[in-house]
């Protein structure tokens, strides 16, 4: 097997095949490299999965957190502790549970969703899930629990209200703000003030600006010598605060306010801690013992910064409408620049800094060494490389619906059949999905010559979703950004070792290449469209 695209070969390495778990936060394994992979954990951690799934599936039918019954409720807690600390601390917590039940499990009080069905039609696939039943979405950020009073919520108090939790346009929500009862329209008007449309296309042109040149060089710089992710997290953070203030909101970096934005979203764990509940175990435990009583001040004057910095957001209308919801008569009430700003809090910190953070680290600690420096004046191979890093590590693991089937979900683990009820959190997982191998074969193994030329097969932030189902446009819009971003950041890192200046390009984006091309042309288009709808 060759190891890249291009036919060309790593140095040479020992060709013993050894049998070993895939390790997701590690270097990615060549196909020259022979690896085997074997995800069945040992006997003793064998029985102790066992035992907290079979805790777990029956705490889920007894109806988990939504019983009534005390007893459920304070074993499912306390399930959800530790099953929620096991999956964070175990990186291969996914993989091993897949290894003993396939595609379907329970995890952290929800069920895991995995399963694809490529005409959406079976229930319990993920394909189904994302585009044909209804996304009720509930308090979690992934699988974790999201603390209702720090983001905005139904009057009924069952429904968060966030942007990344409204995600499916054939529910209407009975909410505090009018405005957020249509989340098409809302989302058309985030598109027309930010991120759509010639705000987008501005953006794309800051970031072949030669203020982004020099911010990507600078950080460039600032990693030489940085071995690995906790050395260089500081580096790319602060690189990451300029960068999208620069590219996003269009405020320079002199005026970033840096230590604002350091201290609200990446100082230690506090705003990922923040947004976690519940409320009681914030308000009780983690307010006093970590003093974070400052943060909401502070999240408030990032707000506030952005609101009279931003010059993409001088000219605010929060009547504005994008796309294919532009002149169409408006359902909600026009959104103040302030309710705005509450809304780009949790997008920013969450989807943009984050979730880029994350990709940056994987592609510069996880791909292949030497690839990138191979490779670094070829774009094209870059971007390869890049869809393949997110898809062995997903910067976005998976999301999340509410069951609303009547009767509830019929679902089947480990080959037995059961009946979860009505209100049972499901976690779709991409992080399964992106390495199932019916889609992929050698889930495990380094290849960008299979996604790099057909990014819509991945279950992540750069799918399609727009121009494939225009109805239910739930994939991140701010996708091809944050990918250009990383793509330039790993070219300037290699160019930095070479000893070349780097300067940055925009290529054409595949999907947006794609368009008009679906249908009798693509390879189940049906199958196409499910696949890759975002979580957002």
């Known amino acids: 097997n060759t190891a890249f695209s291009d036919g060309s070969l790593p140095p040479p390495t020992a060709m013993n095949s050894s049998s070993e778990f895939f390790k997701r936060k590690e270097r990615f394994k060549l196909p020259s490299e022979n690896a085997v992979f074997d995800n069945t954990p040992g006997p003793v951690e064998t029985v102790f999965i066992r035992s907290i799934h079979w805790l777990s599936l029956r705490m889920i039918r007894w109806h988990g957190f939504n019983s009534w019954n005390p007893i459920v409720l304070f074993i499912s807690f306390i399930l959800y502790l530790i099953d929620g600390a096991w999956s964070g601390l175990d990186r291969e917590y996914f993989v091993k549970r897949r290894a003993l039940y396939g595609d379907t499990f329970a995890t952290v009080m929800s069920i895991n969703i995995s399963k694809l069905d490529a005409s959406a039609r079976a229930p319990d696939s993920l394909d189904a899930r994302l585009t044909t039943i209804p996304q009720r979405r509930g308090f979690f950020l992934g699988a974790t629990l999201v603390n209702r009073a720090h983001v905005p919520i139904s009057t009924d108090k069952k429904r968060s209200l966030s942007l990344l939790h409204l995600s499916d346009s054939s529910v209407e929500y009975k909410g505090q703000k009018p405005w957020l009862n249509s989340h098409d329209q809302y989302r058309s008007t985030v598109m027309a003030n930010f991120i759509g449309g010639d705000k987008r296309r501005e953006a794309i042109a800051r970031q072949k600006s030669e203020v982004a040149a020099k911010l990507l060089s600078d950080a460039a710089a600032a990693l030489e010598g940085k071995k690995d992710k906790t050395e260089a997290y500081d580096v790319v953070a602060s690189f990451l605060i300029r960068y999208y203030q620069h590219v996003l909101f269009g405020i320079p970096p002199e005026a970033a306010r840096e230590d604002l934005l350091n201290a609200a979203f990446f100082a230690g764990t506090r705003y990922v801690f923040y947004l976690y509940g519940p409320n009681w175990l914030w308000s009780w435990v983690l307010y006093p013992v970590f003093c974070w009583h400052s943060l909401a001040k502070t999240l408030k004057e990032v707000k506030a910064h952005w609101a009279k910095s931003s010059p993409v957001l001088k000219d605010f209308d929060g009547a504005a409408q994008d796309g294919q919801a532009k002149g169409k008569p408006l359902k909600h009430a026009p959104v103040s620049l302030e309710e705005f700003t509450d ?191 975002q979580m957002h």
Do not use: W
């Open 343 to 533: 809304q780009l809090e949790m997008l920013v910190g969450i989807a943009a800094l984050q979730g880029t953070l994350a990709l940056a680290l994987n592609c510069l600690y996880q791909m292949p060494e030497g690839f990138a420096d191979s490779h670094a004046t070829d774009e094209a191979e870059i971007r390869a490389a890049v869809l393949e890093c997110a898809r062995l590590d997903t910067p976005v693991t998976g999301s999340h619906c509410i069951v609303n089937d009547a009767g509830g979900l019929n679902v089947t683990i480990g080959g037995t059949k059961y009946t979860v009820p009505v209100g049972t959190t499901l976690f779709l997982s991409c992080t399964l999905a992106n390495t199932d191998p019916k889609r992929f074969p050698e889930p495990y193994v380094f290849n960008p010559s299979r996604t790099g030329r057909a990014p819509d097969e991945l279950l992540s932030f750069h799918a399609v979703g727009e121009t494939t189902n225009p109805a239910h446009p739930r994939i991140c819009p701010g996708r091809e950004i944050a990918q250009q971003c990383v793509i330039d950041l790993v070219r300037a890192v290699a160019a930095r070792r070479a000893g070349r200046a780097f300067t940055p390009t925009v290529a054409p984006q595949p999907e947006r290449a794609a368009k008009g091309k679906r249908g009798a042309n693509a390879r189940g288009s049906r199958s196409n469209t499910v696949r890759t709808q």
